[in-house]
């Protein structure tokens, strides 16, 4: 029984840790259409940066200042490099962020180089037992703040001017702007919320698991696959379609089941894009996707 509380709750905390990376990307396909290919890389950027801070300036620092500097990249590149591109379409905007991909890639290896990294956790962060369970205080940690998060985002957009006008601009753009409201900035802004999620998804990811410059790949799959299950544009959505993928995958790996002549372990990476085949074909808007998204 304890192996299976401990199992369901390191597939909660995968979940939640896929949330805080979809999330930011799911804000900025709603509100510009298209899928940033950049967005992985924003949250490797986070853990190399939470790394570098966390060696001056401690852990605690580093889960702060890390997100804000990766939000204010994002920033910045929406307001230099996606503005201009907006009037030439979709196309030149996802080719940028494609590029925009391997600029980072080369860039961290060229600072930090391509061996893996590693930055201590805070003592209280380290310890293996929680309630008497197996599991690291850690995963914990991961879960409370994505928790966090998530509130926070459903305040943010429904209990706030801010937020409202972020989702009139998501499905009506026009409109919004004829009252009177600055839509590219609204865009910027969520550009840089969205790249400073996946910041601070890297800083969590980074400090509990490892830094390293295939990080960015290997998140990056698996988080346009929650996207496309919970539906294009859909918060609400990403949160289910995350939780779903992160338990999958870890009740696959923790339990390795024998399939045949194969185990479950080994099928665990393939099995979210087998889940994103089949909601293709069984409900391609995804879960709580509007039909014609």
């Not at 379409?89 to 290896?109: K, M, P, R």
């Not at 923790?254 to 069984?282: T, Y």
Request: glycine share 12%.
């Amino acid at each position: 029984m304890e192996f299976f509380f401990v199992s369901v709750l390191n597939g909660l905390s995968y979940g939640l840790l896929l949330f805080l990376l979809s999330a930011g990307l799911t804000l900025i396909l709603g509100i510009m259409g298209v899928l940033n290919f950049a967005h992985a890389s924003f949250y490797m950027l986070g853990a190399y940066l939470g790394y570098a801070l966390a060696q001056h300036w401690g852990f605690s620092a580093a889960l702060v200042l890390a997100p804000l500097l990766t939000g204010l990249l994002g920033a910045g590149f929406e307001h230099l490099v996606m503005r201009p591109l907006h009037r030439q379409g979709h196309v030149a905007e996802l080719l940028v962020t494609f590029g925009l991909s391997y600029v980072v890639l080369e860039l961290i290896q060229l600072l930090w180089g391509r061996a893996p990294l590693s930055f201590s956790l805070p003592q209280a962060l380290q310890g293996t037992s929680v309630w008497m369970l197996d599991l690291p205080v850690s995963r914990l940690f991961i879960m409370a703040v994505s928790l966090c998060v998530l509130v926070a985002l459903w305040w943010l957009l429904h209990r706030t001017r801010t937020g409202l006008v972020v989702q009139a601009a998501i499905t009506h753009p026009d409109m919004v702007q004829a009252l009177g409201h600055n839509v590219p900035a609204v865009r910027m802004l969520v550009f840089g919320v969205g790249s400073a999620l996946a910041g601070l998804a890297g800083v969590l990811a980074g400090s509990t698991f490892v830094t390293e410059p295939a990080m960015a790949g290997a998140m990056g799959a698996v988080v346009f696959v929650v996207v496309v299950v919970g539906g294009m544009g859909s918060l609400l959505g990403a949160f289910v379609a995350s939780l779903l993928v992160g338990m999958l995958q870890t009740l696959a790996l923790s339990w390795d089941l024998p399939l045949g002549s194969i185990s479950s372990a080994r099928l665990a990476p393939a099995l979210p894009f087998v889940l994103m085949v089949l909601m293709l074909i069984w409900r391609p808007q995804g879960l709580l996707g509007k039909q014609g998204d």
